[in-house]
């Protein structure tokens, strides 16, 4: 309601502009005195309209979480070395690790899952999407450090979980992994 009473006051103001500066031609010291209400006006609805957008933006956001809340599975297409894709379901809480092993894609995982090791690296295909994650502990950095093809939006699959905000997701799996079980042990999908 403010802001449309604002907004209406700061019209007035433009077309009491409008008529003592262009309609009557003289520039009165009265105009002038319209002239800087007029543009206060103008000024004050500005604002107005500025936070008017910034309210109806934080309400459309908020509404789409209120939206995503109760979603149970998100989309997830791994991008395999030899380009082919696979879309999976995913339950919203399971990590990318577990998500790959549960339809048999070949992320290894040789620490199953305790950020010891780099073999279940994955890269986002896109940077919005990377940007949604939350950000690598310390120890991730660490193992993310040594492993093979590292890029700017490479993960462990095993530290993030499927949300609601990464719905649609595209990780491609690295040429290559580092193993550091001696015996090269890779560890089977569950
Ligand atoms: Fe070893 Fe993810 S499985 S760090």
Redesign the pocket.
């Known amino acids: 309601m403010w802001v449309s009473r604002i907004s209406s006051f700061g019209a007035q103001a433009i077309k009491k502009l409008t008529q003592g500066v262009l309609g009557q031609g003289a520039y009165t010291p009265r105009n002038s005195y319209f002239h800087a209400r007029a543009c206060r006006g103008v000024q004050s609805s500005l604002r107005s309209l500025q936070m008017h957008r910034y309210l109806c933006t934080a309400i459309a956001t908020d509404s789409r979480k209120d939206e995503n809340k109760d979603q149970k599975t998100i989309n997830v297409t791994f991008v395999e070395t030899d380009g082919s894709e696979k879309h999976v379901k995913v339950p919203v809480g399971t990590s990318i690790?577990e998500a790959a092993h549960s339809n048999d894609i070949e992320l290894?995982?040789?620490?199953?899952?305790?950020?010891?090791?780099?073999?279940?690296h994955v890269i986002v295909m896109d940077m919005e999407y990377y940007s949604r994650l939350p950000d690598p502990s310390d120890e991730e950095n660490d193992?993310l450090d040594l492993a093979f093809g590292l890029t700017e939006t490479s993960r462990?699959?095993?530290?993030f979980e499927a949300t609601p905000e990464i719905d649609g997701i595209r990780l491609a799996l690295p040429v290559a992994t580092r193993n550091f079980a001696v015996d090269g042990y890779k560890p089977k999908p569950h």
């Open positions: 690790l290894e995982g040789a620490c199953e899952g305790s950020c010891a090791c780099s073999t279940c193992m462990l699959g095993c530290q």
